[in-house]
């Protein structure tokens, strides 16, 4: 009975706007209005966000727009005398890591600030009269057009409403119709917590502007301006006390611009009116529906790039949430389809070419002072945000973190020259709209040095994905001064001679050496692993491009001096340089893991033992963890070659959060909840799945290396593989029925497959002008080292296959 009701819901309520894509289940749907911002539902250009939460009788969009931070352009670094650094690395090796702790915190820790916080624009409101009693409610969210409606009934009237955040218009869009003429009435208002608001109208519109609030003695400079006008068919609208009264319309469109003076981290002389106006003007002298298809079309260039089909159950026809809550109980792969795609929308929508990164809430915050700030967290959760944009066939959004990698390389200069006197640049673990670089906080999360090379690693991501000599050679200076940081700033430790990074954490995690009572230490595992990774990229960078022979051999000595991955008394790979850890420790980083993903130094083809130690520290730390640890946890399954074990993850994060106390999962509106809200937990899910169906770090492409066993069928299209490959995968019974490679730039593809493709079954697409070359040797035999047997979880055999390809060819495989 519970499914039927649901079912009539869904066509009653919904079927006017269902049409063919809706078999992609893009579409987050509710019967009931959002009680909370947990459960509004987000739109975004990259530029511009909004909340809609879908009340009948007073709609709210809570608004924001990227450039609107608290502070003003500044430096929070400060000059440091050696002898500081030099005392503390000796209390440090002296294993008095409380006294290093505490003269870290007097002495290396910004005496400025601590950054800046993103800060929400305000709220529009639009109340509608006589609309608290309604029936037939539904809304909903539509990933696949980047669309939001609202529908309902009062006094046999329906009423819709639908809310664009315009791609190509720079401008949310808010259109409300009726089944009836003249039922449009309604009164709209701005409000907003900044700070010298001043209320204008002029041209029949609203005008609001005001200035962001200092912050920790950082004086408050973004200038601010929204303008909000409707455009009617029908009635009569006047706009009066900063209220838009609109009355007996026929249709209404109601349009929001918002904009401030920023040009750039050091510059904010730009004209807000002018640049608020503009987007204004242009966008209401269009005709919506047009407006509407630009914005469409804009969107799904990106969006369409990939689809995935897990297969249909009833499940899907109950609202979202209810679908969120029982998961974990039944078997729905649309869920999980639709949240592996809510991720790339959210990414789509939050971090667009030209715009600011996504940030710790990608681009949606309704407060003045949220949750860290919702900063730019580069000890995971900034990283983290960008792990899908390349595998997922989102090259362009991963353009706003790459500028920001050069812009903090320009400011964390003078912080590594004022701080630790060494050339280079540095980052630590927060950075914000000015780009400081500052340590900040307490020394516990702060003395973290290693920023600079886990954000270049996303330059040298960019060129393994695409092959761009061009990108390369541009970036190349980047990603050489983040090295040629620890050049300068490695020590050498008493008891080994290994080149270690002092002072440091791993971090946020307290250690069995302070008696748990701090974090920092020298030669953390991670750090080690960030080094090597950043020395190996530039040592092969410089070899791509011709450049720094004797730079590269600098870091070949260097990175030969580091200290190697251990493997502790537990079994478990050791977090720090010392034995520390426990079994019982169930901390929600594990970034000693980080060898093991997002690189791959660790690798269960090539080093089981570090492999087996990686699993263990996993199975010790244990599932449940806070929402974005949990996404990690999913990338690390899959790289472990555990699917159902990566599958697992996946439910206890797909678990509904209705309130702060729990711990880690979902919100309603399918948000990760640390809690409170972070989006880099959606973000790492979202790039944890891709991790199932394809991997292409280990020298070649694997085909459904961590497949879960509950999706026996399906197919996903559009992945990308390291060498610029595109990927499309059908499977039956989890083996591979066809593949499809799409070669961007040519070259050797090497693919691994638990399946034997058949030679005969090649299929050249139209219009290749040579046979492509395909090498193997005896196909009825498994091509499988004894390193590679070790490789998969269930013992299946292996086969590896070698395509030359030529750029531009499509390459089609069938298992007959």
Known sequence: MKKLVYLLILLCFSSQWMTAKDNDNLRLWYNKPAADWNEALPLGNGRLGTMVFGVSSVEHLQLNEETIWAGSPNNNAHEVAPEVLQEVRKLIFDKR?????????????????????????????????????????????????????????????????????????????????????????????????????????????????????????????????????????????????????????????????????????????????LKCKTYLDNAILKNYDLSKQSHTAFYRQYMDRVSLNLGTTDAVLKPTDIRIKEFAQTFDPQLAALYFQFGRYLLISSSQPNTQPANLQGIWNDRLLPSWDSKYTCNINLEMNYWPAESTNLSEMHDPMLQLVKEVAETGE????????????????????????????????????????????????????????????????????????????????????????????????????????????????MDNQLVF??????????????????????????????????????????????????????????????????????????????????????????????????????????????????????????????????????????????PPFQIDGNFGCTAGIAEMFVQSHDGFIYILPALPSVWKTGSIKGLVARGGFVIDIDWKDGKVESLKIVSRNGGNCRLKIDSPLQIKGLKQAKGANTNPIFTTPEVKQPIISDKAQLAVASNRKSYTYDLKTEKGITYTFKNK
Request: one cysteine or more; proline letters at 4%.
């Open 414 to 525: 003078s912080t590594a020259r004022m701080m630790y006197h060494t050339r280079g640049w540095v980052l630590h673990h927060n950075t914000d709209i000015w780009r400081t670089t500052a340590p900040v906080d307490q020394a516990a999360s702060g003395m973290w040095p290693t920023g600079g090379a886990w954000v270049s690693q996303h330059l040298w991501y960019r060129y393994l994905y695409t092959g761009d000599k061009k990108y390369l050679q541009d970036v190349y200076q980047v990603m050489k001064g983040a090295a040629m940081f620890f050049v300068d700033f490695l020590i050498e430790e008493p008891n080994h001679g290994w080149l270690v990074v002092s002072p440091s954490n791993s971090p946020e995690n307290v250690h069995a050496g302070s008696n748990l009572k701090a974090t920092i230490a020298a030669g953390t595992t």
């Open 97 to 273: 890591y409380v006294e290093a702790q505490q003269l870290a915190n007097d002495k290396l820790m910004s005496k400025k600030n601590h950054g800046m916080p993103y800060q929400t624009m305000g709220d529009l409101f639009i109340s509608f009269p006589g609309h608290d009693k309604y029936t037939n409610y539904y809304r909903d969210l539509d990933i696949s057009d980047a669309l939001a409606t609202v529908t309902y009934k009062v006094n046999g009237v329906t009423f819709k409403r639908e809310i664009i955040t315009s791609f190509t218009d720079q401008v949310i869009m808010v259109r409300l119709t009726a089944d009836k003429p003249a039922s449009i009435s309604c009164n709209a208002f701005l409000t907003t917590p900044q700070e010298k608001v001043e209320y204008t109208s002029d041209n029949n519109q609203i005008i609001l502007s005001a200035l962001t609030p200092a912050h920790e003695k950082q004086s408050g400079k973004v200038q601010l301006e929204t303008r909000v006008k409707p455009k009617i068919v029908g009635g009569t609208y006047q706009v009066k006390d900063n209220i838009i009264s609109i009355e007996n319309a026929d249709e209404a469109i109601i349009y929001i611009a918002i904009a401030t003076n920023f040009v750039n981290y050091k510059d904010i002389s730009r004209d807000k009116t």
């Open 533 to 674: 990774d950043l020395f190996s990229n530039v040592i092969d960078a410089a070899n791509i491009l011709g450049l720094d022979k004797a730079f590269a051999d600098t870091l070949r000595m260097k990175r030969v001096k580091l200290p190697p991955m251990q493997v502790g008394q537990h079994g478990q790979l050791q977090e720090w340089l010392y034995d520390w850890d426990s079994p019982e420790d169930k901390h929600r980083h594990v970034s000693h893991l980080y060898g093991l993903y997002p690189s791959n130094q660790i690798s269960p083809l090539h080093t089981r033992e570090l492999s087996e130690a990686a699993k263990n520290t996993l199975i010790q730390r244990g599932d449940p963890s806070t929402g974005w640890s949990m996404g990690w946890k999913v990338c690390l399954w899959a790289r472990l070659l555990d699917g159902d074990h990566a599958y697992k993850l996946l439910t206890e994060q797909l678990n509904l959060v209705t309130n702060e106390k729990k711990k880690g999962g979902t919100y309603s509106n399918m948000f990760d909840a640390h």
